[in-house]
T-cell receptor, first 109, second 113 residues
């Protein structure tokens, strides 16, 4: 159920901001945008989610465009431990999560 | 600390054998899930449970079975009918069914030898 499009891979220098894009042009009004990440051979970890407004927590910021057709996850100061696969998922409250192939982020020393 | 515990971390199975993967949570979550992940692929939903003594098939349930006798436990059995069982299996839970912010276990890597 490919409701999102993400680049397959990205690099980021350690200490710099990592900006991970996600396109979800067919998102409906009731669907939230969720971000998870998966470090190699571990279970995914919830990062953040939002509906319309920008959101920030201790891990990251989520910027959603006004038309909600795309969003960006921002890791403000990337560290080597942020190297992982990042999944962008859109879903309504009553529906299951579909984890696609995500973006493989490599933080470079 | 609350969380989900999956065991074992690595499991080897001979062809034709059934194996059971353990998943225990102490988060007091009602809903639990089993996913399968193949190399370079996303996660696919095998089974899910909304509440004790209730469970539903996901997208790839053939060759698998589950039980939910206790709120804390949701074991997955990989039967001999599963033709390609070698994969990474992940268990997850959430306060209610499909409610965001899943908590995942650390996974079990099953290899058929």
């Amino acid at each position: 159920d490919a409701k999102t499009t993400q680049p397959p891979s990205m690099d980021c220098a350690e200490g710099r901001a990592a900006n991970l894009p996600c396109n979800h042009s067919t998102i409906s009004g009731n669907e939230y945008v969720y971000w998870y990440r998966q470090i190699h051979s571990q279970g995914p970890q919830y990062i953040i989610h939002g509906l319309k407004n920008n959101e920030t927590n201790e891990m990251a910021s989520l910027i959603i465009t006004e038309d909600r057709k795309s969003s960006t996850l921002i890791l403000p100061h990337a560290t080597l431990r942020d190297t992982a696969v990042y999944y962008c998922i859109v879903k309504d409250t009553g529906n299951q999560f579909y984890f696609g192939t995500g973006t493989s982020l490599t933080v470079i020393p | 600390d609350g969380g989900i515990t999956q065991s074992p971390k690595y499991l080897f199975r001979k062809e034709g054998q059934n194996v059971t993967l353990s998943c225990e949570q102490n988060l007091n979550h009602d809903a639990m899930y089993w996913y399968r992940q193949d190399p370079g692929q996303g996660l696919r939903l095998i089974y899910y449970s909304q509440i004790v003594n209730d469970f539903q098939k996901g997208d790839i349930a053939e060759g698998y079975s589950v039980s939910r006798e206790k709120k804390e436990s949701f074991p997955l059995t990989v039967t001999s009918a599963q033709k390609n069982p070698t994969a990474f299996y992940l268990c997850a839970s959430s306060p209610r069914l499909f409610l965001g912010g899943y908590t995942f276990g650390s996974g079990t890597r099953l290899t058929v030898v």
